[in-house]
């Protein structure tokens, strides 16, 4: 499966910054994007956080990894954390 990735950038409150991507299925629009990415800073518990356009940038294409895939077909996403990013707060 081939897919889009997101690079997003989001200021937590304290001034931090968190670095995550996000991955969806090729051809994904933008708005959604950015309601994966809201819900995302929602399950860290960021919840003043805000991903816009500006944060939010097409990167490029990549194959999905089956953990991407599985994460894809349940949720419609898959988040890469990569700096600054707590972990997903417990339901």
Known sequence: ???DVF???VTKPGGEQMHFDIIVPSGTQQKTVLTYG???LAQVGVSDGEVT???CR???VEQATP???QAIEQKGYF???MEGC??????
């Open 67 to 69: 953990e991407m895939q």
């Open 38 to 40: 809201q819900a995302y």
């Open 7 to 9: 690079d997003t950038y």
């Open 79 to 81: 988040i890469l954390a």
């Open 58 to 60: 097409f990167c490029h």
């Open 86 to 91: 707590p972990p997903v707060a417990a339901n």
């Open 53 to 55: 356009t500006e944060q």
């Open 1 to 3: 499966m081939n897919c």
